[in-house]
């Protein structure tokens, strides 16, 4: 049943934090390559605040992608500063050429998963996921996409009066694998991709749907959940007005890489407005950035002059060139990314401690996601006869 006893530990890192001693607490890590290491900047100053790692005080973790990876390893006992190191060694293995011509989109995939795969075998052996949670007292979530069935799958484990979970005897590793394999980057797992691949890559509202009605029915109960949810960085592509039907480069390189990025991220967004509108009714936390000068500029400022990717000195003095096209495998970027999620950590240090959503704005929606709006002028061309025909319609 529902019912949580809360050691004098764990009581006091709820204390920290502003929780709740009632609620369940789900972790959840959004999909987003090397920019995972930006969320595990904000995960270590949490197990600071706490005085805990995550795994000593936390229900659920949820994951998609490089989010599934690290929710694997904080349910396999690890705490934050620990996968940070972990990490740090994927990223310089994970992204080996499969050969030198190897290309995204002219011959893929462009990475070899060898080295990944003996990473996470001697890291994590052959374990199951049963068998992380129930030596950790923790449940675990995470997607991968089945092209062959034509749906997501959710490998999970609950620890309910009993083990649930369809794929609980999964090996962790195979389940770490799936979740990562990203079309065009890396092969699939036989008939595995990527979870994010669709609209998973945010995998908050399938995971309290998971945990409310289905393997965590009865433990998990509304209200009572806090739902901590990490982005990873949203991604800035905006196209100038008139230029839309003639984008810089090919056109299906453009296109295609636009819209796997951007569907990912709107359905991210749906999920946060859902949460935000009290429709569920829970403790919802979402901590989230754009990668724009608008965002950064709202950061504390950081010497970035060891990063050669750039001829910015400061952190507030990144152009949004720089700040553009950060892809799953820019590995050069890697060092920006632990940089930024530093500093937004400090941001929210400042502001809210990890207590309370990040959303104080006259719209409440994201603190550190730049929106550009300019209505009035979309409604004056909208309503207009002559703006319409004057239209590129080829």
Same mark, same amino acid.
């Given at each position: 049943?529902?019912?949580?006893?809360?050691?004098p530990?764990?009581?006091?890192?709820?204390?920290?934090?502003?929780?709740?001693?009632?609620?369940?607490?789900?972790v959840?890590l959004?999909?987003?390559?090397?920019?995972?290491?930006?969320?595990?900047?904000?995960?270590?100053?949490?197990?600071?605040i706490?005085?805990?790692?995550?795994?000593?005080?936390?229900?659920?973790?949820?994951?998609?992608?490089?989010g599934?990876?690290?929710a694997?390893?904080?349910?396999?006992?690890?705490?934050?500063?620990?996968?940070?190191?972990?990490?740090?060694d994927?990223?310089?293995?994970?992204?080996?050429?499969?050969?030198l011509?190897?290309?995204?989109?002219?011959n893929?995939?462009?990475?070899?998963?060898?080295?990944?795969?003996?990473?996470?075998?001697?890291?994590?052996?052959?374990k199951?996921?049963?068998?992380v949670?129930t030596?950790?007292?923790v449940?675990?979530?995470?997607?991968?996409?089945?092209?062959t069935?034509?749906?997501?799958?959710?490998?999970?484990?609950?620890?309910?009066?009993?083990?649930?979970?369809?794929?609980?005897?999964a090996?962790?590793?195979?389940v770490l694998?799936?979740?990562?394999?990203a079309?065009?980057?890396?092969?699939?797992?036989?008939?595995?991709?990527?979870?994010g691949?669709?609209?998973?890559?945010?995998?908050?509202?399938?995971?309290?749907l998971?945990?409310?009605?289905?393997?965590?029915?009865?433990?998990?109960?509304?209200?009572?959940?806090t739902l901590?949810?990490?982005?990873?960085?949203?991604?800035?592509?905006?196209?100038?007005?008139?230029?839309?039907?003639?984008?810089q480069?090919?056109?299906?390189?453009f $296109? &295609?890489?636009y819209?796997? =990025? !951007?569907?990912? /991220? #709107?359905?991210?967004?749906?999920?946060t407005?859902? @949460?935000?509108?009290?429709?569920?009714?829970?403790?919802?936390?979402?901590?989230?950035?754009?990668?724009?000068?608008?965002?950064?500029q709202?950061?504390?400022?950081?010497?970035?002059?060891?990063?050669?990717?750039?001829?910015a000195? $400061? &952190?507030?003095?990144?152009? =949004? !060139?720089?700040? /553009? #096209?950060?892809?799953?495998?820019?590995?050069?970027? @890697?060092?920006?990314?632990?940089?930024?999620?530093?500093?937004?950590?400090?941001?929210?240090?400042?502001?809210?401690?990890?207590?309370?959503?990040?959303?104080?704005?006259?719209?409440?929606?994201?603190e550190?996601?730049?929106?550009?709006?300019?209505?009035?002028?979309?409604?004056?061309?909208?309503?207009?006869?002559?703006?319409?025909?004057?239209?590129?319609?080829s």
């Open positions: 049943m529902y019912q949580k006893t809360l050691s530990e764990q009581l006091s890192a709820y204390e920290k934090l502003g929780i709740n001693p009632k609620n369940r607490i789900i959840s959004d999909g987003g390559g090397i920019r995972g290491i930006l969320t595990l900047q904000m995960l270590k100053k949490i197990e600071e706490a005085g805990l790692p995550l795994n000593k005080f936390c229900d659920l973790f949820a994951g998609t992608s490089t599934g990876i690290i694997g390893l904080l349910a396999s006992g690890y705490n934050a500063a620990q996968i940070e190191e972990l990490y740090i994927f990223v310089s293995k994970v992204f080996l050429k499969r050969e011509l190897a290309n995204r989109f002219l893929p995939p462009a990475y070899d998963k060898k080295n990944y795969r003996e990473v996470l075998k001697n890291v994590l052996g052959n199951t996921l049963k068998d949670c030596q950790n007292n449940d675990l979530f995470i997607t991968a996409k089945d092209i069935d034509n749906e997501e799958t959710y490998f999970t484990c609950f620890l309910n009066g009993q083990t649930i979970g369809t794929y609980q005897d090996l962790l590793r195979t694998e799936a979740t990562m394999s079309p065009t980057y890396f092969s699939p797992l036989e008939r595995f991709i990527d979870g691949t669709t609209t998973y890559n945010n995998p908050s509202l399938a995971a309290v998971e945990a409310v009605q289905y393997d965590g029915k009865n433990k998990y109960l509304l209200p009572n959940i901590f949810s990490f982005g990873t960085g949203k991604l800035v592509k905006s196209v100038q007005p008139g230029q839309a039907a003639n984008p480069g090919i056109d299906t390189y $296109w &295609l890489n819209v796997m =990025d !951007e569907s990912s /991220q #709107d359905a991210s967004s749906m999920q407005d859902l @949460f935000r509108s009290q429709i569920l009714n829970l403790d919802y936390r979402r901590f989230q950035i754009s990668f724009d000068r608008g965002s950064i709202k950061l504390p400022d950081k010497d970035i002059s060891t990063l050669h990717f750039t001829n000195n $400061w &952190l507030r003095d990144l152009t =949004d !060139e720089d700040l /553009q #096209d950060v892809e799953m495998d820019d590995v050069g970027k @890697f060092d920006l990314m632990k940089v930024i999620g530093e500093a937004m950590t400090d941001y929210i240090m400042k502001n809210n401690q990890f207590k309370r959503d990040l959303n104080d704005t006259p719209t409440k929606r994201d550190l996601v730049t929106v550009y709006e300019n209505i009035s002028r979309i409604k004056s061309m909208v309503t207009s006869e002559q703006w319409i025909n004057q239209q590129q319609s």
